[in-house]
């Protein structure tokens, strides 16, 4: 059974930096694309990221390319969503997800796994 555990969020100024990470247990993280996705209060969840399965291929939201950078490391099962710059508008809680099907879906359908997500708040 794969499982994905979010971490690395915080409370932090505009501007500031947070690198958030997604560890996968369970078949490889090499058999599946990732992504990342968040939600701010009253809003609908919305795409961030996506790297494809050898991370060869990545895609961003407009909203954040540019200033976030995705990544993984199958090594260590682990992947990653670096924020640079970030603004209060990145306020959301994150969530990274998992797909079988998709090498780097942007939307929700197409992941089959989700972890718990973390929270990311940034003051002005």
């Known amino acids: 059974q794969v499982q994905l555990q979010a971490s690395g969020g915080g409370l932090v100024q505009a501007g500031d930096s947070l690198r958030l990470s997604c560890a996968v247990s369970?078949?490889?993280?090499?058999?599946?694309?990732m992504g990342w996705f968040r939600q701010a209060p009253g809003k609908e969840r919305e795409f961030v990221a996506t790297?494809?399965?050898?991370?060869?291929?990545?895609k961003y939201d407009d909203s954040v390319r540019g200033r976030f950078t995705i990544s993984r490391d199958n090594a260590k099962n682990t992947a990653y969503l670096q924020m640079n710059h970030l603004e209060p508008e990145d306020t959301a809680v994150y969530y990274c997800?998992?797909?079988?099907?998709?090498?780097?879906?942007?939307?929700?359908?197409?992941?089959?796994?989700w972890g718990q997500g973390t929270q990311v708040t940034v003051s002005s």
């Open positions: 790297i494809a399965w050898s991370g060869t291929m990545k």
């Open positions: 369970g078949p490889p993280m090499s058999s599946y694309g």
């Open positions: 997800a998992a797909s079988e099907r998709f090498p780097y879906g942007s939307t929700g359908p197409n992941y089959d796994y």
